[in-house]
């Protein structure tokens, strides 16, 4: 990967990510990890071809390579999506990021008659890929099954997905990471779920009291709201649970003989 070039032309300094000083470091380093030719490779237990312009990531190792946090690398990869420069193809063990155009922008042959000027404009790149590749990645989702695919409601966006993000490390740290995709996809697919804001908070009210499973805050409609817990008195909530969860029968039955100083733990 260390190998080669890659061509960014002048005209990016007149588009607003020049600005961006994040967005622009994560933009050049998805160029240089792109795949310059067809590469086979494991995306969730499964071997995939990479086509030039693809290569698998996720936002954690992104983060580290760049020195960008997680969160931040997450609006980045979004707000190239919504610029069409990428696409991404996202599972339970990281995702596939293809530069769209690629073979237009990057391609180091030279046609006869064509300039490939690899401009860059305010509007982004035009949607016009070419259709080679544009078949090989139909092809591929025609393979991808259900099971190593996470399908976002359409109602459930931007914010809905970073905050999930959050909530899969939340689960993470408690030791409880969910099971499978289909687990997660039920999840999501959860008709209680009205709108991006309604999912959102939940999911920040959850985190905050160190339950497991998602709740909503239903103090609201009773008029009553119970004290927040502080994120320290959450983690040493959440610890507890950790510690009673390896005790076996005969300690829970005699639990009350058995002392944890938690104002000590962390």
Known sequence: MSEGWIKLHRKILENPISGKANFLSLWVHVLVLATHKPLRRDFCGKMTT?????????????????GIPPSTIERGLQWLESEHQIEQQKGNKGRIITVTNWEQYQ????????????????DGQQMDTNKKYKNIKNEKKKESTKESLLVFPAHLKF?????????????????????????????????????????????EYSIAQGYQGIFEDNSKNNGTRPQQLSKLEAKRQREKRTIEGMMTDDQRRDSNSIEVDFEHLG
Request: aromatic share 10%; proline share 3%; charged share 25%.
């Open 159 to 203: 914010l809905a997905q970073v905050s999930w993000e959050d909530w899969l490390e939340y689960r993470a740290e408690l030791k409880k990471p969910y099971k499978s995709i289909k687990s997660q996809q039920a999840q999501l697919n959860s008709r209680k779920w009205k709108t991006e804001k309604q999912f959102c908070a939940a999911i």
């Open 50 to 66: 990479l086509t030039p312009g693809q290569f698998i990531t996720g936002r954690g190792a992104l983060s580290e390579l760049t």
């Open 107 to 122: 391609a180091t042959e030279h046609r006869s008659g064509q300039q490939m000027d690899n401009k860059w404009t305010s």
